[in-house]
């Protein structure tokens, strides 16, 4: 597509898709030029485990060579064809309301007294691991799904803080206890629509890539 710098969509897969649940699994990940004409060309290729990949959060970026092996054994001189980046860890919890009345014990979204509920559990199963990776400790957290105040419209990519210019959280704590806060000011709603936070998030990237470009 004529870039020799491509910010690729973000997307979303299950772990299960991905790697069959084993975090240490080898991923072969291949590299093409799209062209109009449907002759793609092959640019490169590269290994990666999931474990490797959920290092990319805010502080680090995760990267691999991306190599051309016809190129590898024909060029003397040859290093690589360029450098895969993987960056941004965010956090986005689904408001929707087929999670339930959160005020029901029920639902998913109901804030037990003394035990920590589904969404809770997977915020910090996965946010210590994250955090480990993470230079300042710094999470940004969305939410979506859900009619928000002041003027409670829905909406599918809001901090869940409520700090619109500033939505990051001061580690995982942080983001378990902006949660926890969010519930009982929010109506949940719907429907499950992720795709403004995917939006979003890959603009960050796309202006932290520049950002460290410029710099570099």
């Known amino acids: 597509m004529n870039n020799l710098n491509p910010v690729w ?20 990940c291949s590299v093409w030029d799209w062209d109009s004409n ?14 490797e990949m959920r290092g990319a959060t805010d502080g680090k970026q995760v990267q691999w060579e991306c190599i051309n092996p016809k190129y590898k054994l024909k060029k003397k001189n040859y290093r690589n064809s360029g450098i895969v980046i993987l960056n941004q860890c965010k956090v986005a919890i689904d408001f929707t309301a087929s999670n339930g009345d959160p005020r029901n014990s029920c639902s998913l979204h109901y804030i037990h007294p003394y ?14 691991i994250c955090q480990d990776y993470d230079s300042d ?16 419209k829905v909406s599918h990519d809001f901090a869940v803080n ?54 570099g």
């Not at 299950?14 to 072969?28: A, E």
């Not at 429907?191 to 796309?206: M, R, Y």
């Open 115 to 128: 035990q920590p509920n589904e969404y809770l559990k997977a915020l910090v199963a996965v946010g210590e």
């Open 9 to 28: 969509k973000t997307f979303k897969t299950s772990l299960n898709c991905l790697c069959s649940g084993d975090h240490d699994r080898i991923l072969k």
């Open 162 to 215: 409520f700090n619109e210019d500033n939505p990051e959280c001061v580690g995982i704590q942080g983001v378990v206890e902006a949660y926890q806060n969010c519930p009982p000011k929010i109506q949940l709603y719907g429907p499950t629509n992720i795709g403004p936070i995917i939006q979003k998030v890959a603009q960050f990237a796309s202006e932290e890539m520049h950002v460290r470009q410029a710099m």
């Open 38 to 51: 449907g002759k793609h060309d092959f640019i490169g290729e590269f290994q990666a485990t999931f474990k």
């Open 137 to 152: 400790k710094m999470f940004p957290a969305f939410g979506f799904g859900a009619r928000i105040p002041p003027d409670f």
